[in-house]
């Protein structure tokens, strides 16, 4: 069974830049969430989507956002990227969403220079 | 605001040492307190669920417990390959996949 994939799995950015980062949910899991990682902060939620529908958000500016498609795939984009910006970004994915077993993938590295 | 709080940062053991993690979480409504392992480079892997205080639940040489206000990671006899950060997170409120994660603790066992 395959797991969660994210792509890509490390980038390179510059100010002001933007990025798109994607995530394959495992096959049957509808819920798709996402997480930042960094040094300082640990792991903080992002959004969360379930069928299309974003259902929870986190304490994150407007500049970071996300979508699903409708084949429970996700993407989560950041716009006018800042040097803060710079993390470990995590996708997790569940069947439906109401629990804290995630399945997480390994993760896009984000560096903003 | 919910919080946890791991202790400590870093624990370095020889093999065999048996230790503890430990997890304080502040949270209205827990619905539950989980467990996780993270190796460099690679997302968290999940380790247990606990629901209620009282409970307990072990996979080999992890056993974890949980109180009203805090959760510990025993790891009895451990072997390098136990090495890893370890996360707890708390799960409250709407009961979606929101997840509050502590910072870790980075286990560095010696052979």
């Known amino acids: 069974k395959a797991g969660v994939t994210q792509t890509p799995r490390y980038l390179i950015k510059t100010r002001g830049q933007q990025v798109t980062l994607s995530c394959s949910p495992i096959?049957?899991?509808?819920?798709v969430s996402w997480y930042q990682q960094t040094p300082g902060q640990g792991l903080q939620f992002l959004f969360e989507y379930f069928s299309e529908t974003q259902r929870n958000k986190g304490n994150f500016p407007g500049r970071f956002s996300g979508r699903q498609f409708s084949n429970s795939r996700s993407e989560m984009n950041v716009s006018t990227l800042e040097l803060g910006d710079s993390a470990l970004y995590l996708c997790?994915?569940?069947?439906?969403?109401?629990?804290?077993?995630?399945?997480f993938g390994e993760g896009s590295r984000l560096t903003v220079l | 605001e919910d919080q946890v709080t791991q202790s400590p940062e870093a624990l370095r053991l020889q093999e065999g040492e048996s230790s503890s993690l430990n997890c304080s979480y502040t949270v209205s409504g827990l619905r539950g307190l989980f467990w996780y392992r993270q190796d460099p480079g690679k997302g968290p892997e999940f380790l247990f669920t606990l629901y209620s205080a009282g409970e307990e639940k072990e996979k080999e040489r992890l056993k974890a417990t949980l109180t009203k206000k805090e959760s510990f990671l025993h790891i009895t006899a451990p072997k390098p390959e136990d090495s890893a950060t370890y996360l707890c997170?708390?799960?409250?409120?709407?009961?979606?996949?929101?997840?509050?994660f502590g910072k870790g603790t980075m286990l560095l066992v010696s052979p």
């Open positions: 997790a994915s569940s069947r439906t969403g109401t629990t804290g077993e995630l399945f």
């Open positions: 096959s049957g899991h509808r819920s």
């Open positions: 997170a708390v799960q409250a409120g709407s009961g979606y996949s929101t997840l509050t």
